[in-house]
């Protein structure tokens, strides 16, 4: 994502319902359609998506090994932003949501068709990934549609978090939002034969999140594969010339309709 913060987020709606047994529910605008391809900005109808509560958190041990992660089925439809906008990926990535009383869980599997020419040198926690592989979390747990919390891992598990705050700009060079900010999450990634694999459990706690039977939360997701310079995001859209926002951006909704900001 480059500048203009939030401007650069398109995010699904994250409902969870800690106090229900039911589950996370994720809803999601899918981007438009082939067919619609020439109305820039046409949005299709929402898409949901629902994790699984358990009891017992999973083995964080950067691979889906544990039956727990089995429980909750994975997300795809992931379409390239980068370099041919709407395509689908070059390669698979699937994400799997549960949760527990106190904390969120991420089971992320980035398939690769040549697992040998996956990069990935930086070992600094908070310094630009943007040389490496890696996969990035945005989550606006607040649902202000002003800020948001990111949360970047590479195939190392090497840590990048950041904020993004009242659509401040960034320093599209050193990666989406603010590294300034060091929340409490834990992470592991390996590098397997078939790609790259890596668990995340973030706190609620980290995320200021207040207990509540209903909280919607703003989110994506996005894949960077450094060899191709390919960028593929679970929601993104292309704006129009006359919105005054660069073409291929990533944006985040001002409202649970998706509507962008301003």
């Given at each position: 994502m480059s500048a203009d913060g939030l401007s650069k987020i398109r995010s699904c709606l994250l409902l969870v319902p800690l106090l229900c047994p039911s589950g996370i529910v994720l809803q999601a605008q899918?981007?438009?359609s082939a067919q619609r391809e020439?109305?820039?900005?046409?949005?299709?109808?929402?898409?949901?998506?629902?994790?699984?509560?358990?009891?017992q958190a999973p083995k964080l041990d950067g691979t889906l090994d544990d039956p727990v992660w089995?429980?909750?089925?994975?997300?795809?439809?992931?379409?390239?932003r980068e370099p041919f906008e709407g395509q689908p990926p070059t390669e698979k990535t699937e994400?799997?949501?549960?949760?527990?009383?106190?904390e969120v869980y991420f089971g992320i599997a980035c398939f690769d068709s040549d697992p040998k020419k996956i990069i990935a040198t930086e070992l600094r926690r908070d310094v630009s990934q943007e040389?490496?592989?890696?996969?990035?979390?945005i989550i606006d747990s607040a649902h202000d549609r002003r800020n948001a919390y990111v949360f970047q891992i590479?195939?190392?598990?090497?840590?990048?978090?950041?904020?993004?705050?009242?659509?401040r700009r960034t320093d599209t060079s050193t990666g989406d939002g603010d590294p300034g900010w060091d929340g409490v999450w834990t992470s592991e990634a390996r590098i397997t034969n078939e790609g790259w694999t890596a668990t995340i459990a973030i706190p609620f706690s980290t995320l200021n999140f207040m207990r509540s039977r209903d909280v919607i939360w703003g989110i994506n997701f996005k894949?960077?594969?450094?060899?191709?310079?390919?960028?593929?995001?679970?929601?993104?859209?292309?704006?129009p010339p006359e919105s005054g926002r660069p073409a291929n951006c990533m944006e985040y909704p001002r409202s649970?309709?998706?509507?962008?900001?301003s």
């Open positions: 899918s981007r438009p020439g109305q820039i900005g046409v949005q299709e109808p929402l898409r949901t998506w629902e994790a699984m509560r358990v009891e089995q429980q909750a089925n994975p997300i795809g439809n992931f379409l390239q994400v799997r949501i549960i949760y527990t009383k106190h040389l490496d592989d890696y996969f990035e979390i590479n195939p190392l598990g090497t840590q990048r978090d950041a904020l993004i705050t009242e659509e894949r960077f594969i450094r060899r191709k310079n390919e960028e593929d995001l679970w929601y993104g859209r292309t704006e649970a309709a998706g509507v962008c900001l």
